[in-house]
């Protein structure tokens, strides 16, 4: 019975197939004799305007302006003169060009009939595209060939019949001439041309019901579809639609299978049901846990971190906030949901207009986006917050949600400070090493000056003075002012390089590098044994940088320099500078010494490159000024033969402008 009941229901169901398959064949002749049409309008009318020739022989063709030309149906038009030289062309090139032997030139030159024909597809050279021709003879006045008008028709536009509507893999929509050259063919998104159907059952078919429907295998893949024919006779071809039987059974197969199976399936059910319901407790329960768990670590992570998110949708403006979120602001975690304006009311008034202000950005710009701003805790602390806002933007490009984090930045901000006092910590240590040479240095020009004072006084002390004594007392006066000058000038270096405050953000780099191979010399003799050069261009005069800094960096990279030649037979060290593009200037201290191991790591890095004498911070303070100025640092090959550290520093374009002195 049952079995008779789906017998009944699948002939319904190919009965049903076969009468929309006949409507949709219908649809399709209409839809190609209005192409083919349009084609023959357009040929009659350019062959009956254009049959004149547009120059001389050798000439390149005419551009055509015909409305029927520009029709977007065609990829190209072509008009020729009983020679076959195009004298007119929707896309009339540089060059003459002749239709000689193109297969519709040579066949409406010797057809009688004079009536328009279609040929074979082909690939356009220049596009790359699948066209036929559609080509009509020109008659002259006299009634004889007077050339052909040829319009080429991309196969793609003969097969978007069902542009946007259901189309399925099996469905079958082709275009084929009468001698069984299929024009254009499209099964399912696939569009394909070129199969000889010649003596196959399509064309058998055809020439028995020109308009006829029957079923059968495809004379190209050999699936089974009802076919719909409907013959073209004006020109010579027909037009076929295919629906394939698995696809029109597929719901009545899909019944008897239901059918079938349901019997089974109830049963199954009885049995298994309470298993299943069971074990998809038990599934749930797992994963209340597991998301439990995950949420636990979450909330975990966050606190440690202290970073808290939040969720805005923009529509309502409501906020819904982490746990960590809550905690840091003094709320209650059970009240998770609040407005924005709730949300800015933790905020002083300047944080409110900062974070409207990177809202709005985030926003306008679909870009995640970022502020700081400082902020009253929940335990009474002013804090510094970083919040960060990501836009999410829905598939229609619109921003409704806003996901954010805030996370409360003071222990990086207390990192900051401390690294600036390692910073200063490690010039005073600097200073420290100084100090024994620098006793020693100025022993010397203070016991010249005593000396010179000494005599001085002597001269003095001598009454009455001659006039050599006279110029004999102002020298020993000069030297003593000289020296005493000198001794001055080393103690005012030192106290620079101590000092823990900016003097300015604009300075010489001369005056920089002098100073710093002049104070190196004092406070290490390894440096002093070195023969220290500088090679500065002109136009690297001031950087945007303070002064005492910048000196620092120097000091270091000519101390580790130096002490790199330490055991070199003529130890050199140079110092150069070179103008950059973007306004920068890169120094570089290089040397003759063996180089840099090619396994050290990053010397950059903390206590990277660390020797028994020092901290190994050295390079990872040098790095971390020359980034404050927006600079990098990298080493490299010194033209000496050595290794070379190089920086960069912003010139000073004010100064570089008016030559500040």
Not at 79 to 100: F, K, Q
Not at 143 to 156: E, N, Q, R, T, Y
Not at 482 to 504: T, V, Y
């Amino acid at each position: 019975m049952a079995i008779q009941i789906a017998n009944v229901q699948r002939a319904g169901v190919i009965s049903s197939a076969v009468r929309e398959n006949r409507n949709r064949v219908i649809a399709y002749d209409h839809f190609i004799s209005g192409i083919l049409e349009r084609a023959d309008t357009a040929a009659t009318q350019l062959a009956r305007y254009h049959d004149g020739g547009a120059g001389g022989p050798g000439a390149a063709p005419a551009s055509l302006i015909d409305s029927a030309a520009v029709d977007p149906l065609f990829a190209k038009v072509d008009v020729a003169d009983a020679a076959g030289r195009v004298r007119w062309s929707s896309r009339p090139g540089n060059t003459a060009r002749s239709l000689v032997g193109e297969p519709a030139f040579e066949q409406l030159r010797t057809d009688a009939t004079r009536q328009p024909i279609l040929t074979d597809p082909a690939r356009e050279s220049n596009t790359g595209k699948v066209s036929i021709t559609f080509a009509r003879a020109i008659l002259a006045e006299d009634g004889k060939f007077g050339g052909v008008v040829a319009l080429h028709i991309p196969i793609d536009r003969l097969t978007r019949f069902y542009e946007g509507a259901d189309f399925r893999p099996h469905d079958l929509i082709s275009v084929i001439r009468l001698d069984g050259l299929t024009l254009a063919r499209r099964q399912g998104a696939v569009v394909s041309y070129g199969q000889n159907l010649a003596g196959k059952l399509a064309m058998q078919r055809q020439a028995a019901q020109p308009w006829g429907t029957y079923i059968g295998p495809s004379s190209v893949d050999g699936i089974r579809r009802i076919f719909s024919q409907r013959r073209l006779p004006r020109y010579g071809l027909f037009v076929s639609v295919g629906l394939g039987i698995d696809d029109a059974l597929a719901l009545s197969y899909a019944r008897t299978r239901i059918f079938y199976l349901t019997v089974a399936a109830l049963s199954l059910a009885l049995l298994g049901g309470t298993l299943a319901f069971w074990l998809g407790l038990r599934r749930r329960e797992a994963i209340i846990q597991r998301l439990a768990a995950i949420n636990k670590r979450l909330c975990e992570a966050q606190a440690i971190g202290k970073i808290g998110d939040w969720e805005l949708d923009l529509e309502s403006k409501l906020l819904t906030c982490s746990e960590e979120t809550c905690r840091m602001h003094g709320r209650d975690p059970a009240q998770d949901i609040m407005t924005s304006d709730e949300a800015l009311a933790f905020h002083d008034l300047a944080g409110r207009k900062e974070i409207q202000r990177t809202l709005r950005t985030a926003i306008l710009s679909k870009q995640p986006a970022q502020c700081e701003v400082v902020s009253t805790m929940g335990d009474g602390r002013v804090a510094p917050l970083r919040i960060r806002m990501s836009p999410v933007v829905d598939p229609d490009g619109r921003v409704r949600t806003v996901l954010g984090t805030e996370q409360d930045v003071t222990t990086e901000r207390r990192h900051e400070q401390l690294r600036a006092e390692v910073a200063h910590i490690t010039r005073v240590e600097a200073v420290n090493v100084m100090a024994a040479t620098i006793a020693h240095e100025l022993s010397q020009p203070l016991t010249a000056a005593g000396n010179y004072l000494s005599a001085a006084i002597y001269l003095a002390e001598q009454g009455r003075h001659s006039l050599v004594d006279q110029e004999r007392l102002a020298v020993l006066l000069g030297q003593a002012g000289r020296q005493i000058g000198l001794s001055g000038k080393i103690i005012s270096r030192a106290r620079e390089m101590i000092s823990d405050r900016r003097i300015g953000e604009m300075a010489s780099l001369d005056d920089i590098v002098e100073e710093a191979i002049a104070l190196s010399k004092v406070a290490d003799p390894a440096v002093a044994r070195a023969a220290i050069s500088a090679q500065l261009e002109p136009d690297t005069g001031h950087v945007a940088a303070d002064k005492v800094q910048i000196q620092q960096v120097l000091l270091n990279l000519i101390r580790n320099a130096a002490q790199a030649v330490a055991d070199v037979d003529k130890p050199q060290v140079i110092v150069t500078s070179h103008r950059e593009a973007a306004g920068m200037v890169m120094v570089s201290v290089g040397d003759n010494g063996k180089g840099l191991p090619g396994n050290g790591g990053d010397i950059f890095a903390p206590f990277g490159a660390a020797d028994r004498n020092g901290l190994g911070i050295g390079l990872s303070i040098c790095r971390t000024i020359v980034d404050s100025y927006g600079g990098r640092i990298w080493s490299s090959i010194s033209p000496l033969g050595g290794a070379a550290i190089c920086f960069t520093l912003p010139l000073d374009e004010l100064a570089l402008l008016y030559d500040v002195a």
